[in-house]
């Protein structure tokens, strides 16, 4: 992590001269935060290794993370990786959308090693939020671009999130708005086909056993709130920043009206609130985990372990 801000952090709202800018920077190999339809990015060229280590710096990254890279196209993803049927029958349901594709990266793509972290395999997703669809048009190239937030804190659904989590480590933020999905993209591998991240996109598969090698993104740590977080609250105790569903009303609620679109969209949102409320502790209600709700419980088990972790060795 930089000991001192680097840059003065620009936010430009989403428009023609807001991409043109953020093009611009990528070209001299810095990174910018832009939205998808899932989270806010940070987005570098792929195809530069420095630029690439510039979102692992400003993100303070581990190294063996490797990151998602963005193209506006199939036609785009069959230069970077191999498709088989399967594979492409995925991307042409799917893509432009919230579905990551983990398979065999073709060798000479000009991909930078550092994007893969070593792996032969890489991890690629076609984006149909039309501010990062531009910036790919703008910028020509593939983009690099992990959630545009401090490694190990929780996703940015707003450009507030971004500006408080890497303010003074990035030159732009591309601000449109809230993000309409709020969740991450959900990942596969195929050959055969496995989940190694639950996400917006049901394919009615079974959460695949996490080994670090094969989804690293899998650490707890990801999707961590700094404060200690409790599943499954009904009731706040006194010290507690209840975030709600349904009928348990909370602080705050994820959706009043129990519906799980608009939890998941809401998720990270009510998680900055409940970080940034004068209370100590978090709790949040029952979520069904069905649907939807396997993604959002997916991330809040994580962000509790973590928190578990945290605290565990806080009083170590
Ligand atoms: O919705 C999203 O996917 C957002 C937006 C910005 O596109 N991006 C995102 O990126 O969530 P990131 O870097 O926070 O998560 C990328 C995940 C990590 O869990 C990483 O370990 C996994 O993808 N990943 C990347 N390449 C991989 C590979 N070759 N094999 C297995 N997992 C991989
Ligand atoms: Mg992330």
Redesign the pocket.
């Known amino acids: 992590m930089p000991s001192s801000p680097a840059f003065e952090t620009a936010i430009l709202p989403y428009g023609a001269a807001a991409i043109a800018e953020a093009a611009r920077l990528i070209a001299a190999g810095q990174c910018v935060a832009v939205p998808?339809e899932?989270?806010?990015?940070?987005a570098a060229d792929s195809t530069n290794g420095q630029a690439v280590a510039g979102i692992y710096a400003a993100k303070g990254r581990p190294g063996f993370?490797?990151?998602?890279v963005?193209v506006p196209d199939l036609a785009a993803a069959e230069r970077l990786a191999v498709f088989d049927d399967e594979a492409r029958a995925l991307a042409t349901t799917h893509w432009p959308g919230?579905l990551?594709l983990?398979l065999p990266a073709k060798p000479g793509s000009g991909i930078a090693s550092l994007v893969?972290?070593g792996?032969d395999?890489?991890?690629i997703?076609c984006?149909a939020h039309p501010a990062?669809r531009d910036l790919l048009t703008a910028a020509g190239r593939p983009l690099a671009?992990?959630?545009?937030n401090a490694s190990g804190t929780i996703?940015p659904t707003r450009a507030g999130h971004v500006l408080n989590s890497l303010g003074g480590r990035i030159p732009l933020i591309v601000d449109a708005g809230p993000t309409a999905v709020g969740?991450?993209?959900t990942?596969v591998?195929t050959g055969p086909l496995r989940l190694?991240?639950p996400?917006p996109i049901d394919l009615g598969l079974a959460p695949h056993a996490a080994t670090s090698i094969?989804?690293?993104?899998?650490l707890a740590s990801?999707y961590a709130p700094a404060k200690p977080l409790r599943l499954n609250a009904t009731q706040a105790d006194p010290d507690e920043w209840l975030i709600g569903f349904g009928a348990v009303a909370g602080d705050t609620t994820l959706s009043a009206r129990g519906d799980l679109t608009e939890a998941a969209a809401r998720l990270f949102d009510a998680l900055h609130d409940a970080d940034a409320s004068p209370r100590d502790r978090i709790a949040i209600a029952p979520v069904p985990g069905t649907g939807l709700g396997l993604a959002i419980n997916d991330r809040l088990k994580r962000a509790a372990a973590c928190a578990q972790e945290g605290s565990r060795s806080l009083s170590a």
């Open positions: 998808t899932t989270v806010y990015g940070l993370n490797p990151l998602i963005h919230p990551t983990v893969t972290a792996l395999t890489i991890a997703r984006p990062m671009a992990p959630s545009a996703s969740l991450e993209s990942i591998a190694l991240r996400g094969e989804a690293p993104g899998q990801h």
